[in-house]
């Protein structure tokens, strides 16, 4: 008789984990999650959900301009929630918005991660000048506020590049001022890890067997570093996505051509006092549910990975 055991796969142990047993247990973790993925599929499918492609011009009728939402007086049947101030449908220009959110907001995101860890593990691993140098620095960002500093670097990319360059790489753009605006976030969380990590005893045992830094901080130190960087990326996802809109609105962001949930607001802005209010209501509400759910998300995670606080 074959008395060896298999080991459980990974789709095993994650059934049978606590993560997925709290999760199952929280309607508002389910039903926040349900949400963010049907904004998610959404903007994936953009191209075969949406009636019309905002951004092919030949498709545009300026005759259709500000008409009202299907279910009201002098609304058109083709425009669900009615049209722009260029006769772009609303319901077509969420989609396609949203998957610029989206996108900027993910990548962004990505990049504050990168740049915040390395930062961040190089400080805490090392210690000393470096670590004093390199948290001085964070410290020095952190007193500006995010929109300023994404104002600022908005403003030079935009006068040393040109308004036409600026708009071709617009996305790439946000995603670098983004990015670069928000990273100390990360470095400190992980920093903080680090100090207390890097002194326990299978740090020093893979010193003993002469293990390089890096490998050490990124191989050993990094993993058990996880649960906050999983957390504060949530919520720096959600942060993203309203810098994005913020910047559009204030006409620092993705350019009319290219509309972001952002811009649709801003645009509409313009119309609201003339009574053509949807133009700014449906993609404000979009914005604030996607950020709603990306939070409340967040906040589970966070609970979750702090068993003194989670009560089930």
Known sequence: MDNTMTAPSRWARFKQSDF????????????????????????VFAPALAPT??????????????????????????????TDDQGRDIFSTILYGS??????????????LFLGVVIGLSAGYF???????????????????TMMV??????????????????????????????????????R?????????KKKEYVEAARVMGFKAPRIMFRHILPNCLSPILVISTVQVANAIMSEAALSFLGLGLPVDQPSLGSLISIGFNYIFSGSWWITAFPGLVLV?????????????RDVFNPKIYKG
């Open 20 to 43: 997925l047993y709290y999760f199952l247990k929280d309607k508002v973790a389910m039903t926040s999650f349900a949400v963010f993925m049907v904004f998610v599929l959404s903007a």
């Open 189 to 197: 969380t992980v920093r903080a890890s680090v100090l207390a990590e």
């Open 289 to 301: 549910a996607l950020v709603l759910v990306i939070n409340l998300l967040g906040d589970w995670l």
């Open 53 to 82: 492609n905002p951004y092919d011009l030949s498709t545009i009728d300026i005759m259709d301009a500000e008409l009202p939402p299907s279910w009201m007086e002098d609304g058109d049947s083709r425009f669900l929630l009615g």
């Open 127 to 145: 210690g000393g000048r470096i670590d004093s140098f390199l948290m001085r620095f964070a410290d020095v960002q952190l007193s500006f506020s």
């Open 99 to 112: 998957r610029l959110s989206l996108t900027i907001g993910l990548l962004a995101v990505s990049l504050q």
């Open 150 to 187: 994404a104002i600022i670097v908005s403003a030079i990319f935009r006068t040393a590049l040109g308004a036409e360059m600026f708009a071709q790489y617009a996305v790439v753009m946000l995603v670098v001022i983004i990015g670069v605006a928000e990273w100390p976030q990360y470095a």
